[in-house]
């Protein structure tokens, strides 16, 4: 049997007047969406775009909700009660599902972005509430989760599905976490680079640090950062390599790897 693979990019980060990403190429290229609720990206006009050229390219949509950190990007860490972010995140669900289901259209999936998800990662207790909040939304949507993360453990204790990602142009550290931005080795630069290193992680199943750690894992989906000059054609690339890997692109809900 052919195995499947979901690749998936963060979308809709524009706002007002100002432009993020290639939102239209990538959509012809990923098999799912992560779109941006209006807390970190986004607004009310970028997201009915974004959710009506994601309908005309078939492709799956999610939330990818983030703290209420719009200047930051959602890039820096916050420390929120429970109960707040909860909050936060069940209105930026309500926000996505609500426009998407006026164009048509069911969201499949949530991804934590930015600071929330580094940090969920990190911490069970933090893990736990964005779980929480998933599963008090609606239990039946796709946990999208760092893989070998604390979010990978509470989205299974909560009883979600999830599908455990790598990321196409990041690199890892040895405990599994993303090497920080502020670091010079942080990004993979270059479409082939970003093969090679997806390549070598699936071939083993495995997170590789820049050390050469392997953490064995299950591998369901492939982020390419939207907001990166190089996504289009590191996408691209993907798709092409991995087809010709004999892996079949499919969109999160038709994955044979959904935990």
Known sequence: MTATINLNADLGESYGAWEMGSDAALLAIVGSANLACGFHAGDPLVMRRTLRLARDAGVGIGAHPSFPDLQGFGRRPMTLPADELEAILLYQMAALAGMARAEGLAMAHVKPHGALSNMACRDAALAA?????????????????????????????????????????????????????????????????????????????????VNGVRRPTSIGSICVHGDSPEAVATAALLRDGLGRQGYRLVSLVDLDRVI
């Open 129 to 209: 509430t964005v779980a929480r909040a998933i599963k008090a939304f609606d239990p039946g949507l796709i946990l999208l989760a760092p893989a070998c993360s604390e979010l990978v453990h509470a989205g299974q204790s909560a009883g979600l599905r999830v599908v455990q990602e790598i990321f196409a142009d990041r690199a890892y550290l040895d405990d599994g976490n993303l090497v920080p931005r502020s670091r010079p080795d942080a990004m993979i630069h270059g479409a082939e680079a970003a093969l090679a290193h997806v390549t070598a992680m699936l071939a083993e199943q495995a997170l590789i640090s």
